[in-house]
């Protein structure tokens, strides 16, 4: 009786080595596989465009040189989920981080600068009548008796983007250009100097 129990018992050791050993092999195994990326969808793609190095120039009114101002735009530390800019010129620096709200189906943007201007944005791929590509408004609460404000992109080709900052009155519905921004990927064709 002895001698079973005895060779039961070294059988259900010999079992639990077993069983252990191959619980640390898939321990193993999915430690070296690793998860599934986030932010993969199209949805996230759809800022792409604006990912990059670029110089930018505007106008300063008539009879005057373009001026110029620089925006580095990358997929930031958060990989393929958050997009960075940042933007300098003379007297001037501002950053933002963009991403795509998967759970309102929006892009949203915040946006901060060196002279303590905030803006909360919120929007998207513009429709396909519109005339730009790309817009985001600013986040407007009713009580706030501000300019309703609001960025558009027009994609002009890989290297060339058209950038307005735009805002209408309360009550009024026209949009009305505030700056523009001529963007060129640095290593493309600039404009010359006028």
């Known amino acids: 009786m002895r001698v079973i129990i005895g060779a039961a ?3 259900l050791a010999a079992s639990a080595a077993l069983l252990q050993s191959a619980g640390a092999q898939n321990a193993d195994q999915s430690a070296n596989t690793p998860p599934p990326k986030s932010c993969q969808g199209e ?3 759809q800022l792409d465009f604006w990912v990059g190095e670029w110089d930018l120039w505007y106008s300063q009114g008539p009879d005057k040189p373009k001026a110029w101002a620089e925006n580095a735009i990358s997929k930031s530390a958060y990989g393929d989920c958050v ?3 940042k933007f300098s010129m003379p007297g001037f620096t501002g950053m933002s981080v963009s991403t795509f709200h998967k759970q309102i189906g929006q892009w949203r943007q915040t946006w901060v600068d ?3 201007n905030y803006f909360d944005l919120v ?3 513009a429709p396909k009548d ?3 590509d790309f817009g985001l408004e600013s986040v407007h609460p009713q009580e706030f008796d501000a300019p309703y404000l609001r960025m558009i992109w027009t ?3 890989a290297d ?4 307005q900052w735009q805002g209408h009155k309360p009550g009024e519905t026209v949009w009305k250009d505030l700056w523009v921004l001529h963007y060129v990927r640095k290593g493309a064709q600039k404009p010359t100097e006028d």
Do not use: C, N
């Not at 060339?160 to 950038?163: G, N, V």
């Open 9 to 11: 018992m070294i059988t």
């Open 43 to 45: 949805e996230y793609r």
């Open 83 to 85: 997009i960075t800019e």
């Open 114 to 116: 060196d002279q303590g």
């Open 160 to 163: 060339h983007l058209i950038w």
């Open 155 to 157: 994609v002009e080709d």
């Open 123 to 125: 929007g998207g791929p």
């Open 130 to 132: 519109a005339d730009h």
